[in-house]
């Protein structure tokens, strides 16, 4: 089935450096945007940016610009969120998440969500 | 970027009821709006996109309205399972936003 798996939850010290990782299956991966969202503890969800799959090509939200980065691996159809110089912060949920329009005229929408990876930021 | 405001931020209700979640954008977003559900602990789910097309498999209580910058999501007869919280995002600009959330509790 369609899904996306990403990596189990993370403990880093202020400073270090994360990367989360989302591997796709039951489609093709390159066919849809990747986009990655934030949720601090208690908070609404806050959208970072995307990644062309095909391109590699990533935007950034307003915010999440320098420290965090987008990548894949399209090899293995997994995107990746890296972000350096961890801050308390940073402590939240991040989802990836396709985004998929049903015609090339629809709005697009994100369909299928990984199950969230928490990073935790602390001395 | 284009703001997303949601209201009410929580809303109290009984089973049964028939509930209106509202969300306004900063400026016309034609149809490009979509509307999740996120329950505690959980990855939010699509409900609702292009404003009002229901997604698979989702009950049809649920329903979507609005175009330009005003736009609703009803539940008419409201559910145990329904309690949770909603988010509406637009997708018109590449640059995405959500809403700050509902959040739908029991009365």
């Known amino acids: 089935q369609v899904q996306l798996v990403q990596s189990g939850s993370e403990l880093k010290k202020p400073g270090a450096s994360v990367k989360v990782s989302c591997k796709a299956s039951g489609y093709t991966f390159t066919s849809y945007a990747m986009n990655w969202v934030r949720q601090a503890p208690g908070q609404g969800l806050e959208w970072m940016g995307w990644?062309?799959?095909?391109?590699?090509?990533?935007t950034y939200a307003q915010g999440f610009t320098g420290r965090f980065v987008f990548s894949l691996d399209t090899s293995v159809s997994t995107a990746y969120l890296q972000i350096s110089s961890l801050k308390a912060e940073d402590t939240a949920v991040y989802y990836c998440?396709?985004?998929?329009?049903?015609?090339?005229?629809?709005?697009?929408?994100?369909?299928?969500w990984g199950q969230g990876t928490m990073v935790t930021v602390s001395s | 970027d284009i703001q997303m405001t949601q209201s009410p931020s929580s809303l109290s209700a009984s089973v049964g009821d028939r509930v209106t979640i509202t969300c306004r954008a900063s400026q016309s977003i034609s149809s490009y709006l979509n509307w999740y559900q996120q329950k505690p602990g959980k990855a939010p789910k699509l409900l609702i996109y292009?404003?009002?097309s229901l997604q698979s498999g989702v009950p049809s209580r649920f329903s979507g309205s609005g175009s330009g910058t005003d736009f609703t999501l009803t539940i008419s007869s409201l559910q145990p399972e329904d309690f949770a919280t909603y988010y509406c995002?637009?997708?018109?600009?590449?640059?995405?936003?959500f809403g700050q959330g509902t959040k739908l509790e029991i009365k």
């Open positions: 998440a396709r985004e998929w329009a049903p015609t090339v005229t629809t709005p697009s929408a994100f369909d299928i």
């Open positions: 292009a404003a009002s």
């Open positions: 995002q637009q997708s018109y600009s590449t640059l995405h936003t």
């Open positions: 990644i062309n799959t095909n391109t590699g090509n990533p």
